[in-house]
């Protein structure tokens, strides 16, 4: 609960960090001429509102008592291996994004698919001819109707697609 | 009602009706797929529509409108992952119901709703769409910042364990709306120097960031279960008959009113109305706290809302000739085509054609019940069956494909990641994402109306309460809010 009770601090001081910087640009936004309330005031009232409300949300979780979950080994490795997991597929998605620009929408998109699905069977090599297939299928539909019927045009990309 | 039968006759014809059935089906698809929405449906559909008569291409589009916002409905449900932005309520219960194990009550509950929600709306429609126009003009930026309030005092009934975190989290939303051009002056603001922060965020990708995003990766953290649902042997075989519609009439004819009024405003349209209508369902029920853990009411309501909104929307568009919403805008398109000027005159010039518009709305109803009553359910639960490693990556292609689509720029694919990096972390760290979404739709009319209210009244803040229909918002929020905080309350005593 320590851990998760620090990550909900950090989550607020970050959205305060970021409300406190937004508020000072506020001073250099273009005055709004003949407005009782402008651009910059709203925003204002918005930035002062949340930093008070994220405020009291800090108040409230350092006065609570803090208390420690203990966790078997199990339990640890489990949660590791989730965690992994996840940072792992967040980590395809950020490459797949780049790979939008460089490789092409239809390729990027095959290995992604193949690759991710890969990883959610827990590395399992069996089901590399499945994902290959489906991935296969997809892109294929996915090219008939984005490419050629409503004539999409994808980011430039260095191969084929 | 002899305009209705000749505009009847013109639309119900060998050649017609597959047309709209074609319409409502591809509508359903693109509705139930996340990242693709009933604007593309709808503009995917309206080349095929030039050479066909003006009321039977119009009454094609009008099938895929209703079909996009229907199949929704379908995402919501079997993934928690609302298919458009009119069916984020329908997750809230619709989806904890199927993961009980009863995926298709939660079907045919959200089917049967979104089909009165439509029929309701088409004979508000037919009776009174004229008169509605008018009511619709009377909105000013006074009413439409009260309105804006009215929507956001959702938040605390959205956040009973902690109104604290939703309050946050509706300030998160109502802050990234600020991001971009200012609706006002049109100067650009906090865009860091970046043409492209110019625009400020898209909802789509928001949307899809927060919800899609967050929900994948809260599934990935369950990756050893197998499937989303535990794989069953029988599905549950829910009849939805009679006595659901005798007990929840009131739910389903306030639903229709709140979904049709909020329909005919422009720019408002079904987003917003699930939330209102889920929560005034919330608000009525005799049981509040089963909304949220599958309650059928919560179903009911926003799908009969955003449903709703669909024969609303079609009020101003072809009384005023002013679309209130993207997939309005490309229906109107549809008209002006043809050589079709809507507006009032519309009503006197081409009976027929208006008319015959009115039965291809109702017409497209039947044609989702039925698609979806009879093969859509069993085609939507075979997904159920597709395990979660083939299924979760499908969902990160298409709403990468489908935020891309939108404007043609990759700048929305990486909204769409960071929003989804953000939505995890509201999610596991308890803060509720609705609220978040909620500001960001409601936040830009809440502050172009406030802004502009106050150019026109000079700095007085009393034309909000002298103007009858913003007093009237303005009691309706005090009174939600009274509502919300007896919830919370409520809540809070059961707790301790």
Not at chain 2, 119 to 135: D, F, N, P
Not at chain 2, 463 to 488: D, E, K, N, Q, Y
Request: hydrophobic fraction near 50%; glycine fraction near 10%; aromatic fraction near 14%.
């Amino acid at each position: 609960m320590v851990v998760r009770r620090k990550g909900e601090v950090l989550f607020l001081s970050v959205l305060m960090g970021m409300a406190g910087y937004l508020f000072y640009l506020t001073f250099s936004l273009s005055p709004s001429w003949y407005q009782p309330v402008g651009a910059a005031d709203y925003s204002r009232f918005i930035f002062v509102l949340l930093e008070i409300v994220c405020g009291l949300r800090m108040f409230k979780i350092f006065r609570q008592a803090k208390f420690n979950e203990k966790s078997t080994l199990d339990n640890k490795i489990e949660i590791k291996r989730i965690r992994n997991c996840v940072l792992l597929t967040m980590l395809v998605i950020f490459i797949y994004l780049i790979g939008l620009t460089s490789l092409g929408y239809f390729i990027s998109t095959f290995l992604f698919l193949v690759i991710c699905m890969w990883i959610l069977s827990y590395y399992s090599l069996k089901i590399i001819p499945k994902a290959i297939l489906i991935s296969i299928i997809l892109v294929a539909l996915l090219y008939i109707l984005f490419g050629q019927i409503l004539n999409i045009y994808f980011p430039p990309r260095v191969l084929l697609f | 009602m002899s305009n209705f039968l000749i505009g009847l006759q013109s639309v119900v014809s060998w050649y017609a009706l597959p047309l709209i059935a074609s319409g409502v089906a591809l509508g359903l698809i693109f509705g139930a797929i996340p990242g693709l929405t009933a604007t593309l449906a709808v503009a995917l559909i309206l080349p095929f529509t030039f050479g066909l008569p003006p009321v039977i291409g119009q009454v094609t589009l009008i099938g895929a409108f209703v079909g996009g916002i229907s199949g929704g409905l379908v995402s919501a449900t079997l993934l928690g992952i609302p298919g458009t932005p009119s069916s984020i309520a329908t997750t809230f219960d619709a989806f904890p119901l199927a993961k009980k194990g009863q995926p298709i009550k939660a079907l045919k509950t959200g089917i049967i709703s979104s089909f009165i929600g439509g029929i309701i709306s088409g004979m508000i429609l037919v009776v009174a769409s004229t008169q509605l126009a008018k009511i619709a003009l009377s909105f000013g930026p006074y009413e439409y910042f009260m309105l804006a309030i009215f929507g956001l005092t959702v938040i605390v009934s959205l956040g009973e364990d902690s109104w604290v975190r939703s309050f946050i989290s509706a300030l998160f939303g109502l802050t990234i709306t600020l991001f971009g051009m200012d609706p006002v002056d049109g100067v650009p603001r906090f865009t860091f120097g970046f043409t492209r922060m110019q625009t400020g965020f898209n909802l789509i990708p928001t949307l899809l960031g927060l919800f899609v995003f967050s929900q994948l990766f809260s599934e990935i953290e369950k990756i050893s279960e197998r499937y989303i649902f535990k794989a069953k042997e029988k599905m549950d075989s829910f009849r939805f008959g009679l006595r659901e519609i005798k007990n929840n009439w009131l739910n389903f004819i306030r639903s229709s009113l709140i979904g049709t009024g909020l329909g005919i405003l422009p720019g408002v349209g079904g987003a917003i109305a699930n939330f209102v209508c889920y929560d005034q369902a919330k608000k009525a029920s005799n049981k509040p706290e089963s909304f949220g853990k599958g309650a059928i009411e919560g179903i009911i309501a926003s799908e009969t809302g955003n449903n709703a909104t669909t024969g609303g929307a079609l009020v101003p568009m072809l009384t005023l000739g002013i679309p209130g919403d993207t997939v309005t805008a490309v229906l109107l398109g549809g008209l002006m085509i043809h050589g079709i000027q809507p507006g009032p005159l519309l009503f006197v010039e081409e009976v027929e054609l208006i008319y015959g518009i009115f039965a291809g709305f109702f017409i497209a109803n039947f044609f989702m019940l039925i698609i979806q009553y009879v093969f859509g359910i069993k085609l939507f639960t075979w997904a159920l069956r597709v395990p979660k490693y083939i299924l979760l990556p499908i969902i990160v292609a298409m709403c990468t494909v489908g935020c891309y689509a939108i404007n043609c720029q990759i700048f929305d694919v990486w909204v769409l990641f960071l929003f989804g990096l953000i939505g995890y972390g509201m999610k596991k760290y308890g803060y509720p994402i609705p609220p978040a979404v909620l500001g960001f739709i409601l936040g830009p009319i809440a502050e172009k109306n406030l802004r502009l209210a106050l150019m026109h009244s000079g700095g007085s803040y009393l034309p909000f309460f002298t103007r009858p229909i913003s007093l009237i918002m303005f009691c309706a929020t005090i009174f939600s809010i009274f509502i919300s905080l007896r919830g919370v309350a409520k809540f809070s005593r059961k707790g301790n």
